[in-house]
């Protein structure tokens, strides 16, 4: 399957377009918290929707999602104790 810029360029431009309204609806619907995200950006962006959940899995999002929020977690916490990012904590 080719993947055009038109499609990346559609989804680039509607990546903090979210319905949370319709994103609740289709997870209610579907039982699926990652598949209702899926569909509703599908909305968005119909030319790009038969490429949106390509070589994407559930656990693959999850996973970016828990290791991004550790970064920002991280780096609150050293900011919390004071401490500068080069000095040893342990």
Do not use: Y
Request: hydrophobic share 40%; with cysteine; charged share 30%.
């Amino acid at each position: 399957m080719d993947i055009t810029d038109e499609q990346l360029d559609e989804m680039e431009k509607n990546l903090t377009n979210i319905d949370f309204d319709i994103a609740e609806a289709e997870e209610r619907r579907r039982r699926h918290d990652v598949m209702a995200h899926v569909h509703t950006f599908a909305r968005c962006c119909p030319k790009a929707s038969p490429i949106i959940h390509l070589g994407a899995t559930s656990a693959f999002v999850g996973d970016n999602a828990v290791c991004h929020l550790s970064s920002f977690l991280s780096k609150l916490i050293f900011l919390i104790l004071g401490f500068d990012r080069h000095e040893r904590w342990i």
